[in-house]
């Protein structure tokens, strides 16, 4: 492979967007080579600062062949912005990124720069490249499981692209909806080999501070014992509304102005009228009215807008911009009906990803940066604060409700983005009851009423030109220094953090269990203000078919995805689940902002019940509004609506979408078949009669007749008046109909029904992206594998995966204590009971197997996936509720003869490692009740030499490790203290992370040695 160097960018950037870079852009990228990322990047709006994920990932090429201990690049890059929209613009770019190097592997020839790039890339990178992508990319959007993907792997490169309530809450190991298990992967993995671009800093103050603070404490000089070798994260706060200086702040300079591109985006004026009117709402249909009635009239200035037809609108990008979600739903609703031939969209935060993506299409076509000069169509797009920064969106004409500054200056950087030689122009609206109230305004506070002052003072002819350069004139001539007037700024950007105390991480490292008097994390990430973070809402229509208590059960057959999950503040469905929605007019689309937590009523509507869902191990339903927290899945059944009160679903889209949701999270294809989902909407013969066979308990298909069924039910819905409703459906029939593909049918509880998914995944349907792991539930990656394994191969499997993660990693912990962990940390399976489990058996079938890992199982080849089924095999086999496989290895480790080859320090590393990779024992191990313990008798190879284990059933029931006196928590600590907060947390990651990419690579077939078989059943 030929080395990428800083004289590669230029090629590098013009194969993946067809355009030459910015000076500042090949400045930054010189910089960042040589490992200097300045602290702020402070740069216009249109500028291209989300460019600097491209030069992140190419800085990262260029010193793919440096020694780990040398290389200054991360490999995980979090565009962090509080805007969920913004969220997924960034998304679509880091995607444009990725599926370019993908595509210059299979095409060199044509693109020789990016396929190098990929290249490096893949050389600092563990996973094979058949289960990954140079460079993956993915949004964090909640806490649901397509999410987990991120945090598999310490050491593929990726970009991550997120609010700021979703990565901070997984630096702080509280991650919103993230489960207490994986918390600790994801605290370490975020908080080492990893760049934090914190996009829009000026509306996330206290997140900025409390990275500086986490920084600081990752410094081994002076929180930890030990400094594990890895290098702590990177934060660069980019702006194009700085507040306050910097002194490491990265700023256009004159080459950069005189550059054709950006000077006509830093010249172009936008002039602003300032109206004073007594209703919002009708202003702005007034104002459309208006401009819509001149361009029809040909009264518009000719370089404006052209016509097309007498008579007939001219093309014109209308934005209107509003405070509050009651506002925008209002004012789309008046221009829906005043324009019933435009296009007339509405953009809120509360909005499921499946229809967001639709929607971006749409807006793009229309309202795109990259769309073109004339269209004969009249677009309105109307929003709230959610599209005022960072969403690379270009309108003609912008309405905006008044303001803090700060938040104004953000949404005309939507209003001739690209500086179109066009008249722009704005509007900006100030409501007369918000001049007259004697309260502050509950989104911008003083500010609202400061910013109108100043904007008087300042304005000529009462027009305010917004353009780059004239603003910034107006900002010298009445600015304080330049820079915008405090008291016109938004609460946000004045708003302090609460300290991150040290006694504070000692009570957030602690995630199993979890403290009951926990810090508040929404403090370290909004300040101190009210509001609360979000919950994720999704629609199932299955749930009518059953009572409340089977719930759990039917999700768990198919469990929520973030595409289907509408994202709403947790203040507004708690009114809503509550039946008071009063205060709805002043709900903004600001990230945590939203009503105080004690201001709001506790009794649920009866009949706006719903399910709790945490996963499959820990869901419930739904009786108080207290029992939501930050980041969980609120499931609810479809006739009990809601959606349009908690955000938006666009005309025609389904409240039930899980399937289509499904697929791409999953790379496999999924049908549910329950009377529930098709009453009314889809009759034919085969699917009745699957119905009559699925409600008679003597009936029975096997293999090959259901997947004869299917073909025969996706040929009746291709006959059908209306196919296309049901494309996805047939070529999901069609999956699953395929041998190759294999077959998964779970039962509904009611047996009325099953969900039918494919066993493989699809390969394609995510041709991108680094396949998923576990699905975010651990249970299932530590028992289950398409075809059984043997604790002997599974072990070797995770070795050698840590041995070569190792390898990339600039750890300076010794290798034989990782490779002793990785060995010995699944011994704890090798009791009986867990062995008939693993066999969907009693003990008596185990009882004749010697203990010896080539005879003992590690996978399975089919576990239950529903709560109810798996309480039932571990009732069947013997096994208290609660086992944990990795205490008892801990345990064993300990017995085991001779004693491990390591000093104290070594040695209490390895059984911390062992006792924590599913996540428990931080700080102590889950209480089980074994009365009936069984004697262990193992023998095993662990670093080439072989160790015994004897152990009775007393001598484990004196030793169990949720005693006090077992050293499960005092070792806690000793890490804790030993390696830092994160450094522990990181270490845990990197074992567990070789845990589960073995368990994939032996789910796909990738091992390297035979194995032996001991099981029975499976349906493949």
């Known amino acids: 492979m030929t080395r990428v160097t800083i004289d590669d960018f230029e090629a590098f950037f013009r194969e993946v967007h067809a355009t030459a870079p910015y000076p500042w852009q090949r400045r930054l990228a010189a910089q960042v080579v040589a490992g200097n990322w300045p602290e702020v990047i402070d740069l216009p709006t249109g500028s291209g600062k989300t460019a600097t994920l491209d030069i992140g990932v190419f800085a990262l090429a260029c010193q793919a062949d440096c020694e780990p201990n040398k290389r200054t690049a991360p490999r995980r890059f979090f565009f962090c912005v509080n805007r969920r929209v913004i969220v997924d613009e960034a998304y679509r770019r880091a995607l444009r990124l990725a599926q370019s190097l993908l595509a210059a592997e299979q095409s060199p020839q044509r693109y020789p720069t990016l396929a190098r790039v990929a290249a490096a890339l893949r050389a600092i990178s563990t996973l094979r490249p058949e289960s990954a992508p140079p460079l993956d990319v993915l949004e964090l959007r909640g806490g649901l499981y397509r999410d987990n993907r991120w945090a598999r792997s310490a050491t593929q490169p990726l970009i991550v692209c997120t609010t700021v309530d979703q990565f901070g809450s997984r630096l702080l190991f509280r991650g919103y909806g993230v489960s207490a298990g994986a918390a600790p992967i994801q605290a370490g993995l975020a908080a080492y080999d990893s760049l934090v671009l914190l996009d829009e800093a000026h509306i996330s103050r206290p997140f900025l501070q409390t990275l500086q603070a986490v920084r600081d404490y990752l410094d081994p000089a002076q929180w930890a014992e030990r400094d594990i070798g890895v290098r702590p994260l990177v934060v660069v706060s980019m702006t194009a509304t700085p507040v306050v200086g910097a002194a490491q702040s990265f700023q256009l300079d004159s080459e950069d102005r005189a550059t054709p591109r950006l000077k006509q985006i830093l010249k172009a004026t936008k002039p602003a009228r300032l109206v004073r009117v007594p209703d919002i709402v009708k202003a702005i249909v007034t104002e459309v009215q208006t401009l819509a009635d001149q361009i029809r009239t040909g009264a518009c200035p000719d370089a404006q807008f052209p016509l097309f037809g007498e008579g007939a609108p001219g093309g014109c990008a209308i934005g209107v911009m509003v405070n509050r979600v009651a506002t925008a739903k209002a004012v789309h609703e008046a221009l829906h009906k005043a324009f019933p031939n435009a296009s007339v969209e509405l953009v809120i935060g509360a909005m499921r990803p499946i229809d967001r993506d639709a929607q971006q299409a ?23 604060q959610c599209l005022e920064v960072g969403a690379d969106y270009d309108v003609d004409v912008l309405i905006t409700e008044c303001a803090a500054l700060d938040a104004l200056r953000q949404r005309m950087g939507r209003l001739n983005r690209r500086g179109r030689p066009i008249q722009a122009q704005a509007v900006i609206l100030m409501d007369e009851k918000s001049l007259e109230a004697k309260q502050a305004d509950p989104i911008y506070g003083e500010a609202l009423g400061q910013t109108w002052a100043w904007l008087q003072q300042v304005a000529v002819n009462n027009v305010v030109d917004f353009g780059i350069e004239a603003f ?54 909004h300040g101190s203000q009210p509001g609360e973070p979000d919950a994720q809402v999704c629609w199932r229509a299955d749930l009518s078919a059953f009572s409340p208590e089977a719930w759990g059960e039917v999700v768990s057959l198919l469990p929520p995805t973030a595409a289907e999950c509408m994202t709403v503040p947790m203040s507004r469905l708690r ?37 709790l869902w945490r996963g499959l191990e820990e869901h419930r339903r739904l009786v108080a509004v207290d029992d939501i927290q930050p980041g969980d899945t609120v499931v609810l059944p479809v006739e009990v609506g809601g959606w ?26 999924v049908v549910r078949l329950h009377p529930a989902l098709f009453d009314g909407r889809l009759e034919t013969p085969t699917l009745k009669a699957l119905f009559e066979h699925m409600a008679d308990p003597e009936a029975t298909l096997n293999l090959d007749d259901w997947r004869a069924a299917l ?76 075809e059984p394994v043997t604790l002997a191969d599974h072990s070797r499997d995770v070795r050698e995966e840590i041995r070569r993660t190792i390898q990339a990693l600039p750890l300076t912990i010794r290798q034989d204590v990782l490779l002793a962990a990785a060995e010995g940390h699944d011994w704890g399976k090798a009791d009986e009971r867990f062995q008939a489990l693993l066999r969907r058996a009693d003990c008596t079938e185990v009882w004749l197997l010697d203990a010896s890992p080539q005879r003992l199982l ?47 320090e ?21 209480v089980v009740v074994d009365l009936e313990a069984t004697d262990i008798d193992f ?14 059933g007393r001598q484990r029931a004196d030793r169990a490790p949720h005693r006090l006196d077992s050293g499960i928590g005092a070792r806690f600590w000793r890490m804790q203290r030993r390696y830092g907060w994160w450094g522990a947390a990181y270490l845990e990651a990197v074992l567990r992370l070789a845990d589960q990419q073995a368990s994939a690579d032996e789910e796909a077939g990738l091992t390297s040695q035979p194995q032996t078989f001991y099981a029975t059943g499976g349906d493949t």
């Open 939 to 952: 023998t095993a190879t662990l670093l080439d030499q072989t160790y015994a284990v004897r152990l009775t």
């Open 711 to 786: 073909r025969e039910l996706a040929d009746e819905v291709e006959q059908h008046s209306e196919r296309e409703q049901f494309a996805r459906l047939i070529d999901n029939l069609r999956r699953l109909a395929t041998p190759e593909l294999g077959l998964l049918r779970e039962p509904y509880p009611d047996r009325r029904g099953y969900v039918l998914v494919t066993r493989k995944r699809l390969g394609a349907a995510v041709d991108w992206a680094t396949p998923l792991i576990d699905e975010g539930e651990d249970e299932r990656s530590y028992v289950t594998c398409a």
């Open 906 to 926: 070594e040695r209490d590393l390895v059984l911390y490692l062992v006792g924590t990779h599913h996540g428990r024992g931080r700080p102590f191990a889950p």
């Open 575 to 611: 009114r809503w689940l509550t039946g008071e929605d009063r205060k709805k007019d002043d709900v903004s689309d600001l990230l945590g902002v939203g009503e105080a937590a004690d201001d709001r009523p506790k009794s649920l509507l009866p009949e706006r019940r719903g399910l």
């Open 858 to 904: 590690a996978k399975s080849d089919g576990f239950p996936l529903t709560p109810y089924e798996r309480q039932q095999a571990r009732e069947r086999a013997g096994l208290p509720s609660g086992f944990r496989h990795e205490m008892l290895s801990v345990t064993m480790l300990e017995a085991a003869q001779p004693a491990l080859p390591f000093n104290a």
């Open 472 to 525: 910034d004139g107006l900002l010298a001539a009445h600015g304080a220094n330049g820079r915008l007037p405090a008291a016109c700024l938004g609460p946000s950007a004045r708003r302090d953090a609460a300290a991150l105390l040290p006694a504070y991480l000692d009570v957030l490292v602690q995630t199993s269990p979890r403290p009951s008097l926990d810090p508040q994390v929404a403090l370290f990430l």
């Open 362 to 384: 749409r807006l793009s076509a229309r309202i795109g940066s990259d769309r073109p000069d004339h269209s004969a169509e009249l677009s309105i797009v109307v929003s709230t």
């Open 644 to 669: 349009e009160a908690l955000g938006h679903l666009p005309p025609g889209a389904l409240p039930d979408v899980a399937e289509e949701a499904a697929r791409p999270a999953r790379d496999r294809a």
